[in-house]
């Protein structure tokens, strides 16, 4: 993707600007202006905009080239801040992000299952604390943003609701029951999906530009990241991989059979071992052994099939492992994982790169948050990088 030299289309060239410092952390001028194809007037034009205007700021000059010093321009994290809320099967969270996607502030609470009418409540309970934990006040925040599974209604036996009360949520408007409560305009977006934008916008840049994003949690779900873009898919579905197939392995049928916190519940419960409704990956969950070995072992097998059903549809370049999980128990997973790929035979498909994820479990709120700088400060096309 080239900029434009067209002062009509100046929104473009400071989204593009904007991309490719935030994908690259640093960006001289010169750099701008050889990737974006850009006069070097016009790149002076828009960097000092964006300065004045609070997006940029500049490094110290990097001196001992040819030629005048070169100055670095970063990310101002100041420059906004916005809102995430996460409704999840087994919990709320809700974040103050600020423009690089640090987390300035956060409020958890569990609950048995959701309610329109309990998300109210913990809005209004724990938003004036929040934004005082941030040090910022209601017009601060740029916009608001909401993650919640798609069709939340469904599988409720799984985790213990009663369909009944989770019928509420179909044909359910949240964003209007919530308008009024959270600043600025309101984004919904599927949770799993959300949190695959955490990793593509606030991410330690570790997800290429064509990958797959893989997230465990009650359930698993994830994203695809296609072109330098997170992919929603027509109906905004693209990325909903619980029910990709799996072969030969014992419990079912479905990934989400096998690589979700709900199946680890179910292992725990046979080996006798009590758990809490809701797992806190800040725990140790060494107690959990071995069902928790074998469980690591069960998801890697599924995750492995998965990836490669996956990659012989799409090339994908690389896979990220998040969930809500402690970090050594998805350093596990995803060394596991790459065993189990390297074992398979992907009939001439390469394997994939597999990282890990870089938010765990705050990611979906994180990813709430991050829709907003996706749709508004990014381009939609990965430009070459610098």
Known sequence: MKGSNQTTVRDNNERLVLHLIRRNGVATKAELTRVTGLSPNAISVIVNALEEDGFLLRGEPMRGRTGQPSTPLRLNPDARFHIGLKIGRRGFDMVVVDFCGSVRARCEQDHDYPTPVRATAFVENNLDTLLQEAALTLDAIAGSGIAIPSQLWHWSGDFGALQDKMDVWRGHDIAATLEGLLPGPILVENDATAACYAEWVFGARR??????????????????????????????????????????????????????????????????????????ADQNWNSFEPALSHWILRSARSLAHAIVSASAVIDFEGVIIDGALPQDVRSRLARLLESRLSQIDLGGIPYPEVAQGSFGTVARAVGAAAVHINERYMVRQEPDGI
């Open 207 to 280: 997800i290429k530009p064509d990958s797959l994003y893989f997230f465990v949690g009650t359930f698993i779900g994830g994203g695809v990241v296609l072109n330098g873009g997170v992919f929603r898919g027509c109906r905004g579905n693209a990325g909903a991989l619980g029910p990709l197939r799996i072969p030969d392995e014992p419990g079912g049928t479905r990934l989400v059979d096998h690589a979700s916190l709900t199946v680890l519940h179910q292992m725990l419960d046979h080996q006798g071992t009590p758990h809490p409704a809701r797992h806190l």
